[in-house]
């Protein structure tokens, strides 16, 4: 496919890598939001309005403006629009989906179909629970992976004793969007070496329970039962907590290591705790005389004394907080933005580790405005019959 994005440079290292996305939200959608961002041209397809089930915009994309990203409206369930996807599969290297498991093949679309033109495609499905196996069928959403990959129960309960609602949606962002990411990578850095593509079945209950892998192992070599309060990552300890200060902000401490800890203690002036850190029975008395120390100052003063002098100390900052992070503008984590409905406002750029820098601004595009025509004459479909799709209604 010969349609690159606008946000891809040389420097980008999946320059030259065209991605189809049939994912509105969730973890696929997640995941092609990295690979645009590493330098691929995602090409998000979406169904013509009034010819299918209507889709869910939610409000970061339409502020997003599908970065770095293409848009094609078309009716996949007619065959004319089935065909004019074909068209565009046969030249790309990598479709992602999120269909219910079958759907994909029923529309014709599927790994097989897509295979048989284009034996390198790496195609992605990606689903809550896998495209086999007695969860299959389930619908669900973060919440539920989380919840049978162990996750809810090994978090700290509310106060009615029930699991707690995670303040991110884990599941998809890392159990999900990553994993499928990395398994496109790693498919096609395989492809390069034997110009074969791969079937990928990503589940997010998979994902969730490798997240889970360190308490899993231990459950399944010890049969020990883990869960709150069971270690020191899970809250046994008072070196591994967080405290409230005196304006009502709040503390994460994470001394675990027994160097930080005696820092800890002697800026508190508990040094009496030093000698304590993982005394079972001293637990509640150093929460106390931790949570004492800490209400006397604001958070702010703390961490000015705290953060820098090696005692494992940071803030618990809200979201409305971080743009105003000096390490985030530090390292530039925050662009600016301009959209033609929305304006300019800032959001997160391309942050992780080898990916491109964006310039600043970052021009967005509206999300009712698709590239159809250029993306199909770049698949090689006569532009008469473009106009033709577009009469019937297959295309937008």
Request: glycine letters at 12%.
């Amino acid at each position: 496919m010969t349609v690159t994005s606008p946000e891809t440079t040389p420097a980008a290292p999946l320059a030259g890598v065209t991605v189809l996305d049939l994912s509105t939200v969730g973890p696929a959608s997640r995941a092609t939001r990295l690979l645009a961002d590493y330098g691929a041209s995602v090409v998000k397809v979406g169904t013509v309005p009034g010819r299918g089930a209507a889709q869910i915009e939610p409000v970061f994309h339409a502020y997003a403006g599908g970065r770095g990203m293409r848009r094609i409206r078309v009716d996949l369930r007619d065959p004319d629009g089935r065909d004019a996807f074909l068209a565009l599969a046969a030249r790309a290297d990598v479709v992602v989906e999120s269909f219910r498991p079958g759907v994909a093949d029923r529309l014709g679309i599927g790994y097989e179909a897509l295979s048989a033109a284009n034996p390198g495609i790496v195609y992605c499905s990606t689903s809550g629970y896998g495209q086999d196996g007695p969860r299959a069928g389930w619908a669900g959403h973060d919440l539920d992976y989380l919840a049978v990959g162990g996750f809810l129960a090994s978090s700290g309960p509310r106060a009615d004793g029930g699991p707690p609602i995670p303040g991110a949606t884990v599941a998809d962002s890392a159990a999900g969007g990553m994993q499928a990411a990395l398994a496109i990578m790693a498919a096609l850095h395989g492809r390069a070496r034997s110009g074969v593509g791969a079937r990928l079945d990503v589940s997010v209950a998979d994902g969730v329970l490798w997240l889970m892998s360190l308490a899993v192992d231990e459950h399944l070599a010890t049969g020990r039962q883990p869960g709150p309060g069971h270690d020191v990552l899970t809250g046994r300890y008072a070196c591994y907590d967080t405290y409230v200060a005196s304006d009502g902000r709040w503390l994460a401490v994470g001394a675990i290591e027994g160097k930080f800890f005696a820092n800890l203690c002697r800026a508190l002036g508990c040094e009496e705790w030093i000698e304590s850190q993982y005394e079972d029975e001293a637990q509640d008395s150093i929460r106390a005389a931790f949570a004492a120390a800490f209400a006397r100052r604001t958070r702010d003063e703390w961490v000015a004394e705290l953060a820098g002098a090696d005692t494992c100390v940071a803030p618990v900052q809200r979201v409305a907080e971080l743009g105003d992070d000096p390490q985030l503008a530090h390292r530039g984590a925050l662009v600016e933005a301009k959209h033609p409905v929305h304006g300019t406002f800032r959001q997160v750029g391309a942050v992780l580790a080898g990916m491109a820098p964006l310039e600043s601004p970052v021009q967005l595009a509206d999300a009712d405005e698709t590239d159809t025509d250029a993306l199909l004459a770049g698949a090689g479909v006569d532009p008469a019959r473009v106009a033709e799709l577009r009469r019937k209604g297959v295309i937008q």
